[in-house]
């Protein structure tokens, strides 16, 4: 199969150009103006924008969470993910304490293997780390691809991870030039919180954002930075929300050391407001919570100045009947967020449309620094001869509003019901096949693939 698109408006993180693509089998074969080749396609792609195909780095498909399981699995996520221009996810495998890094594996493997429509890879979440998972973590890297492991400083009894710990595995993962990530919340004081909120009888949705202030993730985020610069691992934090946080990396970079911050694009663009419409509140109960206008704000500086590198979703959702199950109690509400489908139109609308972002600064934190950052480029995250022919092909001006009625993700509301978004994606190339055609999705389960991962050299 090849292809040929014509007259596009070409974005990279670098480049911003007209020209055309060729495409034969899986591969970009050729750039540049009035390309000569013929194919058995051709897309004119006048007066559109044509981006590298996004990487959404931090996904839960799939996943057990508090006595439920999310409700997009690898089909119906990834097809989410492709109909907004994500061509590919990596979802987090849970270790369950006690267990092995292997036996977390095999059972992820086991929801994956043949399920996915779009291509993914895995984080290896490290629940658990002691002498025999240590044995674990070059076998991760070296044999399975696996080059990123995440960690918990919450959640604790389940995911939480102590201090020694975080230390133990920083060292281990160092050798091999692998990554660790966080989950930066302080659990303890979060535990305190919840048990006192719920002992005055404050169990609305409202209390789950109060049980988690700005200082629990700001205290976290200083004291991992701080472990990756002693112990000179490559850190990366998840779902940063907040000015408190995002300073915490501001400082560890005043001692030599770079932690990466990633945040998500409900932190742009929803606040904690939210939390106060009784239990439609609970819509937006995720880990950690919404925060206040000044801290998107700060999130959008931190993404101009590149402190910021990556904006992800961290889609972990929940049907209403699941969140109903916290009707009584905000601590039982299953925490997740449905945004895999709209992540790159509603980056688009509200950083580029708005001025906030130029277009290569959307694909360098919707794609290319991803791709970079967990091993994979230029394989994924560009457009280059030789590179994926991952493609989106992108109008600029369409305007639409997102709903739950003509989402395709597996959830039966939509935290953005009624948002108007300057910017649609129009068709969307995986590996050299037209994926997404206007509404029609064109390929089937089983034809994402597993990306194998490398680490620095």
């Given amino acids: 199969m090849s292809i040929l698109i014509k007259n596009g408006r070409i974005i990279t993180a670098s480049e911003d150009s007209v020209a055309d693509i060729f495409v034969q089998g899986e591969k970009i074969v050729a750039i540049g103006k009035d390309l000569p080749y ?34 997009d699995n690898y089909e119906t996520g990834t097809r989410a993910a492709l109909f907004g221009g994500t061509t590919m996810v990596i979802d987090f495998i849970l270790q369950t304490q006690g267990k092995s890094l292997r036996n977390a ?71 091999y030039n692998a990554l660790v990530t966080v989950h930066a919340t302080n659990g303890d004081m979060i535990d305190f919180l919840i048990a006192k909120h719920r002992s005055e009888g404050n169990l609305s949705p409202l209390y789950h954002y109060l049980s ?115 009707k009584d109690d905000f601590s039982k509400i299953p925490n997740g967020h449905p945004a895999i489908e709209h992540r790159m139109e509603l980056l688009f609308s509200e950083g580029v449309a708005k001025g906030r972002i130029n277009l290569n600064k959307f694909v360098e934190v919707n794609s290319t620094n991803a791709a970079k950052i967990f091993g994979m480029f230029p394989q994924k995250g560009t457009l280059g001869i030789g590179s994926d022919a991952d493609i989106v092909i992108f109008d600029p001006t369409e305007k639409h509003t997102i709903s739950a009625k003509t989402h395709h993700m597996n959830v039966d509301y939509s935290a953005y019901e009624g948002v108007e978004v300057t910017g649609k994606v129009k068709t969307v190339i995986l590996r050299g096949e037209v994926a997404i055609d206007g509404n029609d999705c064109k390929i089937q389960k089983g034809y994402g693939r597993f990306i194998r991962r490398s680490t620095p050299r």
Avoid at 120 to 137: C, G, L, P, R, W
């Fill in 38 to 71: 013929r194919a058995d396609k051709v897309i004119d792609a006048s007066g559109k924008l044509v981006f590298p195909g996004g990487i959404d780095p931090h996904v839960h498909l799939d996943m057990p969470f508090m006595g439920t399981y999310s409700s």
């Fill in 105 to 175: 594996l095999e059972a992820w493997q086991g929801r994956s293997n043949g399920n996915a429509v779009g291509d993914y890879s895995f984080h290896m979440a490290v629940t658990d780390f002691n002498e025999d998972t240590k044995k674990e973590i070059g076998e991760m890297v070296e044999k399975e691809g696996i080059t990123s492991f995440k960690t918990f400083m919450a959640y604790k009894g389940a995911l939480m991870i102590n201090d020694s710990q975080m230390i133990g595995l920083m060292q281990e993962v160092k050798k």
């Fill in 212 to 326: 988690q202030p700005e200082v629990t993730e700001a205290e976290a985020s200083g004291r991992f930075s701080e472990l990756a610069q002693y112990t000179g691992v490559r850190g990366y934090i998840v779902h940063m929300t907040c000015e408190g946080a995002l300073n915490a990396v501001r400082d560890v970079s005043k001692m030599n050391h770079n932690v990466i911050a990633e945040t998500c694009i409900q932190y742009l663009m929803l606040d904690a407001s939210l939390y106060e419409k009784d239990f439609d509140g609970a819509k937006y109960v995720m880990s950690p919570p919404l925060r206040q206008k000044k801290d998107q704000a700060s999130l959008w500086s931190g993404i101009q100045q590149g402190t910021v590198q990556v904006v992800a979703t961290d889609h972990c959702p929940f049907k209403w009947e699941q969140k109903l199950m916290g």
